[in-house]
């Protein structure tokens, strides 16, 4: 297993959590912000029974999903193989 190899690894998983990590920060504050003092905006009804709020905290969900979804996804395709090609390379 290479030292460099691991904390490259390291690196890039720290750097894609922390990416996404700011992305479901930023949707969340947003949101409560918006909520806070935006609510004229936040009231304004859609349809009947879907106003902007609603339908916006709606959306901070799926925003965090779609994060969870794109670090499985990354993980899957980048992180794992890498991690597997560490594990299995002959040791020093």
């Not at 690894?9 to 949101?31: D, E, H, M, P, Q």
């Not at 029974?49 to 670090?71: D, P, Q, R």
């Amino acid at each position: 297993m290479s030292d460099a190899g691991v904390k490259a690894l390291a690196r890039a998983r720290w750097r894609i959590a922390i990416s996404l990590s700011l992305t479901v920060f930023a949707l969340y504050f947003g949101f409560i912000f918006a909520v806070a003092f935006a609510k004229d905006a936040m009231a304004i009804m859609l349809m009947p029974g879907l106003s902007v709020g609603m339908l916006s905290g709606a959306l901070v969900i799926v925003g965090a999903w779609l994060t969870t979804w794109i670090y499985v996804r990354w993980a899957n395709a980048h992180f794992d193989p890498r991690r597997d090609a560490l594990h299995d390379a002959p040791r020093r």
